[in-house]
């Protein structure tokens, strides 16, 4: 039985409920705190690659990294239909090379879940540190630390979308799951049930561990790695969320490559 990232369509269609562009604007708006005008971005665990190839339309020279085989053919077969140049790169987001470097780089939808121990997270720091030019911008987007910390979840863990005619049924962790005490790393039990507008149904279930950062733990990666200091975090795309605020519902970080 194949799991949800060997089903890259059935991926993007779970997080259509995303808001692509506008989040692209929002982090060109960062990039252009950056100071020099920001030319290339790196995606990392990029998936489908939805922002890389958003970027890649607004001109910019897009790279899209990701460890599945499936994954990274989608990117680069929509790119294709899509008229895009984007480069995309089948790698280990923990140990990877590729020539040159980027003006900015970017992890979005929670990806770094998916590293697991701090070993993990900081050879995926120094990592993207070497690829990313002095003074240029690291953007991740985590999983806000309430929705394991606050009483309630401020994300949903059962959603329904609609695109392309296609109407998908959503669960992603939520109900028995529970995050382990030691490890900080959850199995998440996710479904998705698919109707096309031909009326056929499918539907296909997995199991996914993710790993849970606090602020206080990615700040102490980020200094045992080097390269990069956190320079603004918020809980929104946008700069007037704070990460305390009520309303935050995601935990993003801005870092700053040293010169």
């Known amino acids: ?13 779970s997080c259509a409920y995303r808001d692509v562009p506008a989040e692209v604007t929002a982090l060109q708006s ?8 920001v030319r290339s971005v790196l995606e990392l665990a990029a998936g489908p690659a939805e922002h890389a190839r958003e970027l890649a339309a607004r001109g910019l020279r897009a790279t899209a990294l990701d460890q599945s085989k ?4 989608y990117a680069a077969e929509r790119a294709d239909e899509a008229g895009l140049d984007l480069d995309v ?4 987001m923990r140990d990877f090379r590729l020539p040159g470097t980027f003006d900015a780089a970017i992890t979005m939808l929670n990806s770094l879940c998916h590293l697991f121990t701090l070993d ?4 995926h720091l120094r990592a993207v540190a070497a690829h990313v030019v002095p003074g240029g911008l690291y953007v991740i987007e985590l999983t806000h ?18 695109s392309g005619g296609t109407r998908a049924d959503v669960r992603w962790g939520g109900g028995d799951d529970r995050i382990d005490p030691v490890t900080q790393v959850t199995s998440e039990h996710m479904s998705i049930t ?13 199991v996914v561990p993710s790993r849970f950062w606090t602020l206080t733990e990615m700040t102490g990666a980020i200094r045992l790695a080097g390269g990069f200091t956190i320079e603004a975090t918020y809980g929104d795309f946008d700069t007037t969320t704070a990460l305390d605020a009520p309303t935050a519902w995601r935990m993003i970080l801005i870092l700053r490559r040293d010169a």
Not at 30 to 37: I, K
Not at 89 to 92: G, H
Not at 120 to 123: C, K, L, N, Q, T
């Open 89 to 92: 790169v089948e790698a280990d």
């Open 70 to 73: 499936a994954m990274c053919a």
């Open 120 to 123: 993990d997270m900081v050879a």
């Open 1 to 13: 039985m194949s799991g949800i990232y060997d089903e890259p369509g059935l991926y993007e269609l």
């Open 194 to 206: 698919a109707r096309g507008a031909d009326g056929k149904t499918r539907t296909i279930t997995d």
């Open 145 to 162: 630390p309430a929705d394991h910390f606050g009483p309630a979840s401020r994300t949903s863990s059962e959603w329904t979308v609609t």
């Open 30 to 37: 960062w990039f252009g705190d950056a100071g020099p005008e």
